[in-house]
């Protein structure tokens, strides 16, 4: 394995700033591994190595003639395939967006470009963003490097598995109800959903735009925290973007203290149910937090039983909303025999273009906005989620940040849970409170499951435009976890397959 493939962002960064690395050299270092190894994970589902190469060498040219670079230029990133870029495949994980090249850079990677950042290719994903395990991609299963019988976690196992897989040091999800957080987890690395509307969702593929969010994730706190910097603040574009200043999140992750602060273990999100082993670390890890310094104690979230119901109304009625979009005429795929109405057309595009989830969810979001149903079954749901708000911001009357395991489980294995859509759902579990409440929240890994040996993580949820709170403590458990170990949890992934 090139030295170059096993740095930090934050490591590479202060490279090439000394000049000692070129971002060609980083570019050509990761892409090689990618194309040793990713047959073996499957973590993209496009690489675009002419584009990459293109884009390091302007960032080499550009340092040669001392023009101002931003930290992370040349720094080598993964994209999830449902941001936009320019000429770059973007299909969302489906069929139906086979062969579309977008016209234009969503926000996400226009804020990546003008960073330098080089964007290395497209990541698999569940498509439209809907599972937790990736294996509802239209095109093949992603595989988790710590044990490739495993999922990587969805929506965005593309994007965790190949920075867990030493195939770039940053890469990007989007979280709607979990989907950084999860497979951050389940991978052994850190991801962070920003506040709703922290970062621009202009150029995002739509699934349910009230909690449709981009964020980060790394091998690092540091390097989350310094990618989620690059990708957030105000965008006009986006009626849903935040105007306010950022929270300053990498000073924060670099503060490595939590001493006074008060921490509340949420009650309902825990016990019963819950795989032994990530009971046991989470327990750890409210231990070292106190031993740190902190005020841990319990914290009662009643409204948090009824998420997972809450969710899965909301988030397919937004769906079939905005997947009506997808109609044959517009983008993609059309089937056409030449014979048929435009209504022909619509229903055999959308019977072949999309997957069994997909059609699920828009039947259930259909159903559920329907004019008899919806009083009982949307507009309900929207009063549970003002509820499970509200228990979030009487939580942050007396705690500064909340946390909890942030899966249930560790990684299942490939096939286990794929016909089974209610065990699939209950993987979001923790992760649901905070995307109905719009807030912040990450996973930073916490150790290996006594039972598998497979990465744990702590979720930390953080207040509305608090961000910053959150990586505080990520950074200081990390800190503290890194001096035990004697290195990151990272370190100890077993190689792909014998390979080094
Ligand atoms: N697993 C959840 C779902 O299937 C969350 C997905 C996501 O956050 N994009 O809807």
Redesign the pocket.
């Known amino acids: 394995m090139s030295d170059l493939t096993k740095l930090s962002a934050f490591e590479l960064s202060q490279q090439l700033q000394a000049g000692s690395v070129s971002a060609e050299e980083v570019t050509n270092a990761h892409l090689d591994r990618i194309e040793e190894l990713d047959k073996k994970v499957q973590s993209f589902l496009h690489i675009d190595k002419t584009g990459a190469l293109k884009q390091a060498k302007e960032v080499d040219s550009k340092r040669k003639e001392k023009q101002k670079l931003s930290k992370l230029a040349g720094v080598p990133l993964a994209l999830k395939d449902v941001l936009t870029q320019k000429d770059v495949p973007t299909t969302c994980g489906s069929k139906i967006l086979e062969g579309w090249l977008p016209p234009y850079d969503s926000t996400v990677v226009k804020n990546l470009k003008n960073a330098g950042i080089v964007i290395l290719g497209k990541t698999n994903m ?1 498509e439209f ?4 395990s990736t294996e509802n991609s239209a095109y093949f299963s992603t595989k988790n490097p710590w044990d490739l019988t495993k999922i990587p976690g ?2 965005s196992g593309g994007s965790s598995a190949a920075v867990s897989a030493f195939f770039a040091p940053l890469s990007i999800g ?6 950084i957080r ?1 497979p951050a987890a389940v991978t052994g690395i850190v991801g962070a959903k920003p506040t709703y509307g922290g970062v621009s969702r202009y150029g995002l593929v739509a ?1 349910a735009s009230s909690l449709d969010q981009a964020g980060p994730f790394a091998r690092t706190v540091l390097d989350c925290a310094m990618l989620h910097e690059v990708m957030a603040g105000h965008d006009p574009k986006d009626s849903t973007s935040i105007n306010q200043r950022v929270p300053d999140v990498v000073a924060a992750a670099q503060m490595q203290d939590v001493k006074g602060m008060k921490i509340g273990y949420i009650k309902e999100l825990n016990g019963k149910g819950w795989q032994p082993g990530v009971i046991n670390r989470f327990n750890e890890s409210i231990e070292l937090l106190k031993s740190m310094g902190a005020e841990v104690k319990e914290i009662s979230l009643p409204h948090s039983i009824y998420a997972l119901a809450t969710y899965y109304l909301i ?1 397919p009625s937004e769906a079939s909303s905005n997947l009506a979009r997808f109609d044959g005429m517009r983008y993609g795929l059309r089937v056409d025999d030449g014979n048929s109405s435009a209504e022909e057309v619509m229903n055999k595009t959308r019977e072949k273009g999309f997957g069994k989830e997909v059609k699920r969810r828009i039947m259930i979001g259909t159903y559920a906005l329907s004019s008899g149903y919806y009083d009982a079954y949307y507009a309900q749901a929207q009063k549970v989620r003002a509820l499970i708000a509200q228990d979030l911001t009487d939580a942050f009357k007396e705690v500064d940040v909340l946390i909890s395991p942030t899966s249930p489980t560790t990684a299942w294995g490939l096939g286990e849970r794929v016909n089974d859509p209610m065990a699939m ?1 209950l ?2 579990l923790a992760t649901l409170p905070p ?1 109905l409440a719009g807030i912040p929240a990450m996973s930073v890994p916490i150790g290996l499951a006594d039972e598998d040996k497979l990465p744990v993580g702590l979720q930390i949820i953080a207040p509305f435009m608090q961000d910053d709170r959150m990586y505080r403590v990520g950074g200081a458990v990390e800190a503290s976890l890194k001096s035990k170990w004697n290195g990151l949890l990272i370190d100890q992934i077993p190689t792909l397959g014998g390979a080094s």
Not at 129 to 132: L, V
């Open positions: 569940d963003a809907m599972g937790s969805g929506s989007t979280d709607t109800g979990g989907s999860q699934f988030a759902y993987a979001d995307s």
